[in-house]
């Protein structure tokens, strides 16, 4: 190892020993929190879990940034919220806020001249206040209804100044009061999902119903149908595998191309072979009536991927099959 590479080595395990101290230090802020008492949580909850009108995030700087990202994550969970810049609440936009609405401030010296110019005007609109403050004893800690006190011994970068740990703190306070207020409300999976229409997310919300193979494009055979008989329906319908059906059209089995394989592999002869015969009894299957997000938690709890999935409705009828490509389809 020459000099330039040991200095080049050195100079990576500084590297990766500061990438370590700062994720350490915003680690421990985290405990911190955790051994706190948590006084005025519980009804900070209830007040945000009572709110009929969007609550307002009120930040500056890199507070403005964690107010903006907490109001869209109390939106995306059900909570209506709106973020305000404290800077532009003092030119105009504090005409968003609504008389009587919840205001929660962030600030980690509770003394951002921008926030504390605007507590006067809020009060007069008889706004709730509630602080994630850094400082108790401060302006904004002083005037608040609702404190969440949200001190850090100091910031993780090397100077001990730049917003790091604060900003960890008050992001992580934030997405727990979020959650909490959503559990509180009763948000449900499928209110998520109705609240993120576009991308996989809002795919979800498809009914199976509408996406499954169906009518000429669904492969089905009978369970005496004939190996060389199954492997052209398989071929055909382009799923690589084939629902077996009884006289009522009831699903019995399912024949993918690996139970084929298996079956050749046996060295036993096609001739006899039959659809019955290779099929798995009583496959995994999806109801008529779910959605893709339903199909999503199906496999999510399955042992193994299941490619492709019979729908079938109450009595065991088989409609359609869904491959899992058409979760990304369309």
């Given at each position: 190892m ?17 990438f ?23 009804e ?21 940034h964690?107010a903006a990202?907490?109001?869209?994550t ?30 929660v ?5 509770g003394?951002?001249?921008?926030t ?10 008889g706004?709730t ?18 404190l969440?006190?949200a001190?850090?011994?100091?910031e ?6 730049a917003?790091?740990?604060s900003?960890t703190?008050?992001l ?5 009061l ?14 998520f999902l109705?609240?993120?229409p576009?991308?996989?997310l809002?795919r979800?919300?498809?009914?199976v119903?509408?996406?499954m ?24 319908k ?6 077996v059906?009884d006289?009522?059209?009831?699903l019995?089995?399912l ?7 298996r079956?050749l592999q ?8 039959s659809?019955g ?9 999806i ?15 399955a042992?193994?991927a299941?490619?492709v ?5 109450a ?9 899992t490509n ?5």
């Open positions: 020459n000099a330039f590479t040991t200095i080049e080595k050195l100079a990576d395990d500084c590297a990766i020993g500061w370590r101290e700062v994720i350490a230090a915003e680690r421990d802020a985290l405990s911190r929190l955790l051994n706190l008492p948590q006084r005025g949580v519980a900070t909850i209830g007040l945000l879990s009572r709110q009929e009108r969007p609550i307002i995030f009120i930040g500056v700087g890199k507070s403005g964690i990202k907490l109001a869209a109390f939106s995306s969970l059900g909570t209506a919220a709106l973020f305000l810049n404290a800077a532009e609440a003092a030119h105009g936009d504090l005409g968003a806020v609504e008389p009587g609405s919840t205001v401030l962030l600030s980690n010296s003394s951002t001249e921008e504390v110019r605007i507590l006067p005007l809020l009060k007069a609109r706004c206040l509630v602080g994630i403050i850094g400082r108790a004893d401060s302006p904004l800690g002083r005037a608040v209804d609702h969440i006190h001190e850090v011994e100091r993780a970068d090397h100077l001990g100044m917003p790091t740990s900003t703190l008050h992580a306070i934030g997405d727990a979020a959650v909490a207020v959503s559990r509180t409300r009763g948000f449900t999976r499928q209110d109705r609240h993120h576009a991308g996989l809002g979800q919300m498809i009914p119903a509408t996406v193979r169906q009518g000429d494009d669904l492969p089905k055979v009978a369970p005496d149908t004939a190996l060389v008989d199954l492997l052209t329906v398989m071929s055909s382009r799923m690589g595998a084939a629902c059906v006289d009522g059209d009831r019995i089995g024949v993918v191309d690996g139970d084929v394989r079956y046996t060295g036993c002869g096609i001739e006899n072979a659809a015969a290779l099929m798995r009894s009583d496959p995994t299957s109801a008529l009536d779910a959605t893709l997000g339903d199909m999503l938690l199906l496999q999510g709890k042992a193994t299941k490619l999935l019979p729908v079938i409705d009595e065991g009828r088989l409609h359609g099959m869904l491959h058409d979760l990304m389809q369309g």
